[in-house]
């Protein structure tokens, strides 16, 4: 039984910083990623990584957010500096990617 455990999400000022952290029971994965998703809009994708560090984000995050693996390897968290309100959405993490399975979601809240 595969479980995502997330933790860090909040409320923040804009230009704060946040981090969010994804630990996964029962297996590890090559890919592992965090998505958000806003009031009315889609999931999207944040960034993702590799069990090999190779990363990717969405455009409107690079500069600002880095993705990282943690030791044990089941693990990734999403270090977010220069927040801004449009960051505003429930995170989500994801793991896999032939079988995908998906955190609980947290809330991160940019707003003065």
């Known amino acids: 039984q595969v479980q995502l455990v997330e933790s860090g999400g909040g409320l923040v000022q804009p230009g704060g910083s946040l981090r969010l952290s994804c630990a996964a029971s029962?297996?590890?994965?090559?890919?592992m990623g965090w998505y958000r998703q806003a009031p009315g809009k889609q999931r999207e994708l944040v960034a993702d990584?590799?069990?090999?560090?190779?990363?990717n984000y969405a455009d409107s995050v690079k500069g600002r957010f880095t993705i990282s693996r943690g030791n044990p390897r089941n693990t990734v968290a999403l270090q977010m500096n220069s927040l801004k309100p449009e960051d505003t959405a429930v995170y989500y993490c994801?793991?896999?990617?032939?079988?995908?399975?998906w955190g609980q979601g947290t809330q991160v809240t940019v707003s003065s």
């Open positions: 029962g297996s590890i994965f090559n890919v």
């Open positions: 994801k793991a896999g990617t032939r079988n995908v399975y």
């Open positions: 990584i590799t069990s090999g560090g190779r990363t």
